[in-house]
């Protein structure tokens, strides 16, 4: 039986072709099936072409699709006529107000993020991971949405599928640099488990206990966003306990394969 597309929709992004996608409805077999997107920075294959192919014409049919090779950066780029799908910049984040250009970025545990002026007709689709996030990397979309011609006062955004705290575990040295930057972004992390202490000859040595961390304060503390919570939509999907329905990057946090994400597949 064909499996079809798992496409979610953010009624924040009404009127504006766009979907986040699982991973069901491709063509790619094993471990890596079935709506497998990354190309690991190798020439694309048929079956990549075919996904591809399958997106364009459930999300916006006709249009040219245009991706990254993704580095877990802030950086943003502006997608034009020009855009070379064979040379693409390394980067997290494109901007367009070119019609009939389908933009998209690969996740796994991390936040897909996809903007829109309606107005002004400039949308943007971000890959915030934590480095990304932290850095700015949704600033630097918004910064490249306002040189087209958006208005951040009309800007509305919607975050898709990604893992959520309790699914993820870091070291107080992690909490660290996110306190650095901003004091107030301790409150996204509360205590984890400690795990057990390992054995070791002559005595036994307990790691620090580990935090559960949520996203960095990256909407709100600056008002990047400038806009009331209403119009910054969460997806209620959570990439951890719902697999199949999380970004087809297979990254290795999210269903523990080998397949790390290194710059999310590309």
Known sequence: ????????RATALDG?????LGRTGGVTTG??????MGRRGLPPTL???????????????????????????????IVDTDWDEDNRPHADALVTDRP?????????????????????GVVAAAHAGWKGALHGVTDA????????GADRSRIVAAIGPCIARASYEVDDAFLARFAATDPANERFFTPGKA??????????????????????????????LCRPRAFLQLSPRHARRRPRLRAPDFGDRIDGMTHRCDGCGN
């Open 16 to 20: 504006v072709a766009h979907g986040f």
């Open 141 to 148: 979309t918004i910064a490249r949405m306002e040189q087209l």
């Open 195 to 224: 795990p057990p202490p390992p054995v070791r000859p002559g005595g036994l040595c307990r790691p620090p206990p580990r935090r559960r961390r949520g996203p960095p304060d990256r909407g709100t503390r600056r008002g990047h």
């Open 31 to 36: 471990p890596t099936a079935s709506l497998d």
């Open 47 to 77: 079956e990549l072409q075919e996904n591809q192919r399958r997106v364009i014409a459930a999300i916006a049919p006709g249009s040219r699709f245009a991706t990254l090779h993704q580095v877990h950066s802030p950086k943003a780029v």
């Open 1 to 8: 039986m064909t499996e079809t597309l798992t496409i979610l």
């Open 100 to 120: 009939g250009v389908l933009l998209g970025i690969l996740t796994a545990d991390c936040a897909p993020v996809l903007f829109a002026d309606h107005q002004a």
